[in-house]
């Protein structure tokens, strides 16, 4: 890095104004694959107190010299790094960091198994086993307090994961395309599915259950033309089942503040109708065939290696077992992490907004998240005492706030650019592959460029899928072109024949997902949903990153 850095001008319609003056000489950037979307200010919150102490401690952990910050700026969230060492020391610091986290790689999934997956279990057991609703006021402040800390740790633990979920699969593609060509990259990550997940679990529930919607005489009127109610009615214990176990998620890119597939589950009904419209094959039988292509791919790959030495053919063994791992450790964390613990603390939020409603303070529980954390906690503190607090002007004055900002396309990167090429490690490779490199597109109107996600090439017609809420819209064979896509998300895979979006690498959630379901995808097109238009026929080629818009 040089010391010329560079002010990045503002957009006219995105106007900043800077808690700390120092803070507009600082790079800022705004995750489009996590966190897309404007967001109300407990979310906010969530995220600075929650995923930044976590992933602060994780760097401490490995000994990394830098530090996260994150502040939401005009509704969105942004993030910067700052040094924790002087600045003669970063190289020695940064070389040290990266030594750890790559020695630590072999030992972290053995660690997730038996000792933090069992933690966060247990965090999880105390969030069921808290009387919500019979809990006294004060119970509940400090429930509500308590479950921020929780969800750091639990954060912590995402971020102690993090090394295994995209560095071995980079690893592995460096090490494939050094044995095999450069040409070959893309085909590396057929051989590191997994052998299985906590997303084609769900997405195998979703099929039993429209597998036994079909089996019923009266099913084809509710798939068609009924409503949600003939559709729970029908499903009965089976649907409520499903969810107990597997609904509490959202996937909205608010984090906490979203509804879970428990308090809204209009998602998973319109899923399950899309798999029961047509007679689609088990999952099961999808996974399989797709480890059998894993397999044939890795036969080869070693037949060809026969020649090599024994310490190649063993370094070749080896990360691809730590890619496989990290495969479904994607997944797998965050279900348990980034959906099950996230929708926890926001069960006890919204009993927080339940107790407000009923003194006046607020209109309806959802007005909670228009709240910071200390001025819920300080309302409850009043609430518990006895006084009388009226906070619907604050919350009418952010929820405006809220609407106007959703509105405007946020930029991607505000403050001071720095100059100077980022180091090129194993880690920031990693990291580049999960996040995306900016893709550049051409003149033709009918030409869309992205990154190679999941090979194959198919044609249909798009649908814009911007949150779960539009998943009626998704039928089989259409393309789906979503801003980014998460966990909750997965059983949309079956539905649709393609996959294109705005965010994400060759890594990222939804590159993985599309290689295991088999259909193409293209990631981090950066304009999807704004080229693209619902209905347009469109040809997606996954291995070359391309769409192209046929009408």
Known sequence: M???????????????????????????????????????????????????????????????????????????????????????????????????????????????????????????????????????????????????????????????????????????????TDLFGEDR???????????????????????????????????????????????????????????????????????????????????????????????SPDPRLDHSERLADRDRLIDTARENLAGYPESVREQFDQALILAQQGSRLQEDHAYWIDQQTNARTHYVTMEAGRRLVNIGAIGAAEDVNHLGLNEILEALDRLAAGDGVDLNSLVQERTADLEYWSKIDAPVEIGVRPTGARPDTATSRGQARFFGTPVEQDDDPATVHG?????????????????????????????????????????LFRIASAVVTDAGGVLSHCAIVAREYGIPAVVGTGVGPSNIKDGQQVLVDGDAGLIRILD
């Open 451 to 491: 990154t190679p996600a999941s090979p194959g090439t198919v044609e249909g017609m798009a649908k814009i899928v911007i949150t779960l809420a539009d998943t009626e819209k998704l039928s089989p064979g259409d393309i789906m072109v979503a801003p980014t896509t998460s966990p909750p998300w997965t059983p």
């Open 185 to 279: 990259g893309l085909e590396s990550h057929g051989l590191t599915l997994a052998e299985d997940n906590k997303s084609l679990e769900t997405d195998r529930e979703l099929w039993v259950l429209s597998q036994y919607l079909r089996s019923l005489e009266n099913f084809r009127p509710v798939v068609d033309t009924g409503n949600d109610e003939d559709l729970r009615e029908l499903l009965g214990e089976r649907l409520d089942q499903f969810l107990m176990t597997y609904g509490h998620r959202s996937g909205d890119g608010s984090g906490m503040a979203g509804l879970s597939w428990i308090e809204e589950p209009s998602p998973v009904l319109a899923t399950i109708r899309a798999y029961a419209r047509t007679d």
């Open 2 to 176: 040089n010391s010329n850095p560079q002010a990045i001008p503002l957009p006219n319609d995105f106007p900043v104004e800077w808690d700390a003056p120092e803070d507009a000489n600082r790079y800022w950037t705004r995750d489009r694959m996590h966190q897309p979307f404007a967001m109300p200010i407990l979310a906010g919150d969530f995220f600075q107190l929650s995923t930044g102490v976590g992933m602060n401690l994780a760097h401490e952990h490995y000994g990394r010299p830098i530090r996260m910050d994150r502040s939401l700026i005009n509704c969105y969230m942004f993030a910067s790094v700052r040094m924790a060492v002087p600045p003669a020391e970063i190289p020695k610091a940064g070389r040290q960091g990266e030594q750890n986290t790559l020695a630590a790689l072999p030992t972290i999934w053995e660690r997730w198994e038996s000792e933090w997956l069992p933690e966060v279990k247990e965090l999880l057991d105390a969030w069921d086993g808290f009387d919500l609703v019979g809990a006294s006021v004060q119970s509940l402040r400090d429930h509500l307090s308590e479950s921020f800390e929780k969800s750091a740790r639990c954060w912590h633990i995402h971020f102690l994961l993090a090394p295994l979920i995209s560095g071995p699969s980079s690893i592995f593609r460096d090490l494939y």
